[in-house]
């Protein structure tokens, strides 16, 4: 099977750890587990002493229930018979498209979101169609031309919200009428959510899993709950089908997750009102220093997100995005994602979800670059 390269990770690969200013990641700042026991409040040596005693079998193969009934909770109207554990939401949006799609399908994808939404079903021989997002729009999609996109007959619509990169957020009604659009088309509705619930003002934001028959929402432990490393996803769907058809793909490629992985897990959505706390309080506080620098840059625009930890900075000089992105990571140590890996030239990617330290240090840096170059 070829398929196209994924450029934001194969960016990401490259440089990350060499970063000086690593404002690239996309995660909440990550928490170890000393940080973990101290946020909730769990007794450290039990939860150890438990663990460490556990024999290190398969675990439970459809998912540990504590865990799943963490997730449950994350929605209003699943049950953990609906939630399908994986390796991250890599993983989760991978197996939906290798469960649900055939080749000669018609898939429409959004663009710019994660490249998975759209390289992935393209290399299964379906036909993608994309939904451009356009900065004049706020990056929220134009519903009439996503009506026409659907004409003919869609198997799937593939949706990110909040958006990677642009943190455009679509509310309750917009949603709603992309529902209907799937309804009337008889597609799937997948949507990329791994970064909801991190909203900049207190809103409720509905998943397409609470709002549609076939929608399906794939969401991890990674960006909202700061906990990369276990490596745990999960789709959620009420669509018999397709759990069906996720359950027999999974015995192939995945049989379970990590039972160590998917005991912290469920020890962090125990807890998941104080995680998401203090991770909207620093996605919060540090989109008040971007915008704060935004403001003060000539040379930099964009369209203030409304949720999740990342944003596009377009600039007005004539470089581009790859060259200016390794330029400043050698002259300064800046680590941000160049816009091309997304289909958009003259604009990078930042994620604002670090230690505040690290973003002002790495805007300071930004800054001092850009002026340079418009010199």
């Not at 994924?6 to 960016?11: G, I, M, P």
């Not at 596009?312 to 330029?327: K, R, V």
Request: aromatic share 8%.
């Amino acid at each position: 099977m070829k398929i196209a390269p994924f450029l934001v990770e194969e960016w990401m690969n490259a440089y990350e750890t060499g970063a000086r200013y690593n404002i690239a990641e996309t995660c909440v700042d990550s928490v170890s587990l000393d940080e973990l026991f101290a946020l909730t409040g769990a007794d450290k040596a039990a939860f150890l002493n438990g663990l460490c005693a556990r024999r290190l079998t398969y675990g439970d193969i459809e998912g540990r229930p504590d865990f799943l009934a963490g997730i449950c909770k994350l929605y209003k109207t699943l049950a953990p018979a609906d939630i399908v554990p994986t390796h991250g939401a890599a993983g989760a949006n991978h197996h939906v498209f290798y469960s649900l799609v055939e080749p000669g399908d018609v898939v429409v994808s959004v663009m710019p979101t994660y490249q998975q939404l759209y390289a992935i079903p393209a290399s299964l021989g379906a036909e993608v169609r994309i939904l451009p997002l356009r900065e004049e729009d706020g990056y929220l999609p134009d519903l009439a031309r996503l009506r026409a996109l659907c004409e003919g007959g869609v198997k799937m619509i593939c949706i990110n919200n909040p958006n990677n990169p642009a943190g455009a957020l679509m509310d309750e009604e917009t949603l709603q009428k992309i529902v209907a659009i799937a309804r009337e088309a008889g597609a799937y509705l997948l949507c990329d959510e791994v970064y909801r619930h991190l909203t900049q003002d207190e809103v409720y934001s509905p998943s397409a899993a609470d709002l549609y028959e076939k929608g399906i929402s794939v969401s991890s432990m990674s960006k909202v709950f700061s906990l990369a490393g276990l490596r745990l996803g999960w789709i959620a769907t009420h669509d018999e089908a397709a759990k069906k058809a996720f359950a027999s793909h999974r015995d192939y490629d995945l049989i379970s997750c990590g039972m160590l992985d998917e005991a912290v897990a469920a020890l962090a959505l125990a807890h998941a009102d104080k995680l998401l706390a203090r991770s909207r309080a620093i996605v919060r506080k540090n989109l008040a220093v971007l915008d704060a620098w935004v403001a003060r840059q000539p040379h930099i625009r964009y369209v203030k997100p409304q949720a999740g930890t990342t944003a596009l900075l377009h600039y007005d000089l004539d470089i581009p995005s790859y060259e200016f992105c390794t330029g400043m990571y050698h002259a300064t140590g800046a680590f941000v994602t160049p816009g091309a890996c997304f289909g958009e030239e003259r604009c990078m990617r930042i994620g604002y979800a670090c230690e505040t330290d690290t973003l002002e240090a790495g805007l300071a840096a930004m800054g001092r670059y850009i002026e340079s170059l418009a010199r």
